[in-house]
Nanobody, 122 residues
Framework: QVQLVESGGGLVQAGGSLRVSCAAS????????MGWYRQAPGEERELVAS???????NYADSVKGRFTISRDSAKNTVYLQMNSLKPEYTAVYYC????????????????WGQGTQVTVSS
């Protein structure tokens, strides 16, 4: 069984920084795409940033230049460094791993973390 465990959320003042991490437990052969999503109250879940196994990154326009996604494939971990935070970034942040293979011969699967609250005060 693969589980994603997030950490690093919390309360920060506007303009501050925060780093969230997401690590996968269980036996994993490879992970194609690692990503971060967020969901604010009353809003739909939206993609914040993603990174492929080859290191290609993609960011939502609202966070470009402020957030940096990175991964440590050896540790099955993805990070999101968030700088110059704004109150409108307040949301539950979820990590998502797509194209997860537990062995080379099995089908790919996708997994979600349980979410970590990020609150930015004004």
């Amino acid at each position: 069984q693969v589980q994603l465990v997030e950490s690093g959320g919390g309360l920060v003042q506007a303009g501050g920084s925060l780093r969230v991490s997401c690590a996968a437990s269980g036996s994993i052969f490879s992970i194609n795409v690692m990503g971060w999503y967020r969901q604010a109250p009353g809003e739909e879940r939206e993609l914040v940033a993603s990174i492929t196994r080859g290191g290609i990154t993609n960011y939502a326009d609202s966070v470009k230049g402020r957030f940096t996604i990175s991964r440590d494939s050896a540790k099955n971990t993805v990070y999101l460094q968030m700088n110059s935070l704004k109150p409108e970034y307040t949301a539950v942040y979820y990590c998502s791993f797509d194209g997860v293979k537990r062995n080379w011969y099995v089908k790919e699967a996708s997994y979600w973390g349980q979410g970590t609250q990020v609150t930015v005060s004004s």
